[in-house]
Structure formats: structure tokens, C-alpha cells
């Protein structure tokens, strides 16, 4: 369905830009360095993408540009971090097995990691024309409610959803919560960040409350910023395929529920987030951003961008500084987490 979307605009001469690339896995490991930093390991682990200075300490002051010698990104100036928790599946005796990451449509060959989107305006309904801005050096931010586990707190971050794959490219019907049937292709998660700024600050304590949903409707529908966020920024998503295939075979919950938690324990699903690191080369990004454009080709080609290939992104990686199984059939999740199905 998405394909046959896609295709169709590809004939219609784009009036916004929608950049989508992909990012190879750099490290799988428990490293935060926005909600951790300097703690290592930290709380949970996380599957990070992006440039190679990622540490354990992301200072706003680090130049992530110079310091990086690659990155798992398919523009070759963006060394930004992306990060997410990784998906366990837990066994009807108690054991934990990671689940494994996929390249997602049109990436087939990338390590796992995860698909970028930088949208100036939705994907679908493109009837905005405004501009809007990149992100500046040391812009970090967070989504999602790491203790969500009831559709009421995971609703006041929209937009983190899940799909069931039924096909390769399925993207819809979309849930807050874990699918509870077991998804023949896998499972997509995504997540949007909200897309207003306050123009002042590159970080805030909870790396939140320096961002803002649109004060009413949604950005897809060019919702107004609120006058304490008055700076529209592009759309950040993420996509990420967990390739949940391999567990379609075992014993399931007798109850009906999911066999599936992140390596924080939820068990619910509400409490995915994500993590941004701007890192982006100059204006690479507000070029991109600027320029009328679909995907990762065309934006390339009308921002002056390059484009590295595939194997190229497989290329970059980061040894693990934490040192722990993290793969294996575990008793508890590393960290010491056990399931939290948030029933009271
Ligand atoms: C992270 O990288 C910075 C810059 O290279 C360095 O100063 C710092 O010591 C590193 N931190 C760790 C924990 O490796
Ligand atoms: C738990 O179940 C999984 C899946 O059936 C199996 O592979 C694993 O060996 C089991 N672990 C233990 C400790 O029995
Ligand atoms: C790309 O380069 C061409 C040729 O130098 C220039 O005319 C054009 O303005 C550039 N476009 C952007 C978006 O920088």
C-alpha cells in the first residue's frame, strides 16, 4: 500500500521536503548518555545508530562531526545518535532472548538498526509550504514515558505505535501497545518526536520540556506551536523492524498476552522512547530541510548532499564497553529488570 503511495508522489514534483534514510546498528549495549551519562553501564540497553564519537558522555559542547571517523548514516554528514531500547522475548519459563533487528523496506542489507525521517511537512497530506528549522549543535531531546503502562500515560507522547507486519511493507493498522498475535513479518515500532521548539534551549532536565506538541491538531494537520514553543522544527521519526519471526514458533502466553518486553521490563509496550543527538555536518541538514525533495536519493541530489552506500554503513561500528551477555537465553534482563506487565 505505502509502495504504491510512494510511487505516486515520486511522479508529482515535491513542494516540501521528506527525507527518509536509513542507519546500520553501531552498538547494542547499555550506554544513555542523556539519561545517564557517564554511567556505564547504564539503566537498560539500547541499540544506538549514528556517528562513532557516541560515548558514554555526550557533552552539548562535543563536536560530534570532528570527532567521529564514520557513521552508520546513509547521508555521509549526518553524525547525530539515535537510540532506542531493544525488544526481549520472554519464553513461558521465564527466559529472555533478544530480539534480533532487521534493515527495514528498501534497506534489506543494512546491520538492523533503524529508518530516519526529517519531515517539513507531513507525509501524506502535504499541504504545508512554511519552512522549517534545523536543529543547532548540541540539541539532544527525548519521547516517550519510560513508566508508561497504561494507554493514558503513553498517550501524552502521541504517536508511538506499533504495527504488526503481515507483509514487508505493512504500516498500518497502528496500536500503543505490543501486538498480541503473532506478526508473520515482524514487528515495525515508531516513533515521532514532537516538532515544536522553544527557540532557546538545546536541553532541558527531563530533555523534554524544551519541546512541545503543536498547541492544537497535530503537525500533520499544521497545527500552530504554542507561544512557550514558537519554533516549528522538521518531524522526526523513527522506524525500527524487530524481526519477531524466530518466535513464531514457541509456546505463548496462555492468557492471550504479549510474549514480548523492552529491556526495561514493560511488557505493556507503552513505555518505548526514543533519543535524539543532533550531529549533523554544518548546514547539511537545513539544506535538506530547505530543499523541495522525496526520500533519500532525490534529497541527496537537490540539497547537495552525498550519499554513502550500504556496505559502507555496515562498516562503521563501535566495540561494546559494557561487557555482559546481552544475547543469550537470560534469566533477568541485564540491569537486573524482570517483567513488568503493569497490572497494578
Ligand atoms: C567520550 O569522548 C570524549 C571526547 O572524545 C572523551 O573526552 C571522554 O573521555 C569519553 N568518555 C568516555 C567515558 O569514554
Ligand atoms: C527456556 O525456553 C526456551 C524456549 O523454549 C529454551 O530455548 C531455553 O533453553 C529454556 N531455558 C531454560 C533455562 O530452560
Ligand atoms: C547545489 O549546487 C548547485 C551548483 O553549485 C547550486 O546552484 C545550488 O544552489 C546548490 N543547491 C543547494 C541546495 O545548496
Redesign the pocket.
Known amino acids: 500500500m505505502r509502495r504504491a503511495g510512494v510511487l505516486t508522489l515520486l511522479l508529482a514534483v515535491p513542494s516540501s521536503a521528506v527525507v527518509r534514510f536509513h542507519c546500520s546498528q553501531l552498538v547494542v549495549e547499555r550506554l544513555d548518555p542523556l539519561v545517564n551519562p557517564g554511567s556505564i553501564p547504564s539503566s537498560h540497553v539500547h541499540q544506538i545508530v549514528g556517528g562513532n564519537a557516541f560515548n558514554a558522555t555526550m557533552d552539548p559542547s562535543r563536536d560530534l562531526p570532528a570527532e567521529s571517523s564514520c557513521t552508520t548514516c546513509q547521508f555521509s554528514d549526518d553524525f547525530s545518535n539515535y537510540w532506542t531500547a531493544v525488544m526481549y522475548f520472554r519464553a513461558q519459563n521465564g527466559s529472555y532472548k533478544r530480539v534480533p533487528q532487521l534493515g527495514n523496506n528498501q534497506f534489506e542489507t543494512a546491520r538492523g538498526g533503524l529508518t530516519i525521517y526529517y519531515m517539513q511537512d507531513a507525509i501524506y497530506d502535504r499541504g504545508q509550504k512554511s519552512k522549517v528549522q534545523a536543529f543547532k549543535p548540541g540539541f539532544r531531546m527525548f519521547v516517550g514515558d519510560i513508566a508508561a503502562r497504561t494507554l493514558t500515560e503513553a498517550a501524552r507522547s502521541r504517536q508511538l505505535t506499533y504495527v504488526c507486519m503481515d507483509t514487508w511493507t505493512s504500516r498500518a493498522p497502528e496500536t500503543m501497545a505490543f501486538p498480541t498475535r503473532r506478526c508473520p513479518e515482524g514487528i515495525m515500532t515508531s516513533l515521532r518526536f514532537p516538532t515544536c521548539w522553544d527557540g532557546k534551549n538545546l536541553d532541558s532536565p527531563d530533555h523534554a520540556s524544551h519541546m512541545s506538541y503543536p498547541e492544537t491538531g497535530t503537525f500533520e494537520s499544521g497545527g500552530p506551536c504554542p507561544a512557550s514553543h514558537p519554533v516549528r522544527v522538521g518531524q522526526v521519526m523513527y522506524e525500527v523492524v524487530w524481526d519477531t519471526k524466530q518466535f513464531n514458533d514457541l509456546e505463548w502466553p496462555a492468557d492471550g498476552s504479549s510474549p514480548f518486553v523492552w529491556s526495561f521490563g514493560d511488557a505493556t509496550g507503552f513505555g518505548t522512547h526514543g533519543d535524539y543527538v543532533f550531529g549533523w555536518k554544518g548546514d547539511a541538514l537545513q539544506?535538506i530541510l530547505?530543499?523541495p525533495c522525496w526520500f533519500d536519493t532525490n534529497c541527496a541530489k537537490?540539497?547537495?548532499s552525498t550519499l554513502q552506500s550500504v556496505e559502507a554503513m555496515n562498516s562503521c561500528s563501535q566495540e561494546r564497553v559494557v561487557d555482559e551477555d546481552i544475547d543469550g537465553w537470560l534469566d533477568v534482563l541485564p540491569g537486573g529488570f524482570h517483567v513488568d506487565h503493569g497490572r497494578g
Open positions: 539544506r530547505d530543499a537537490e540539497s547537495n
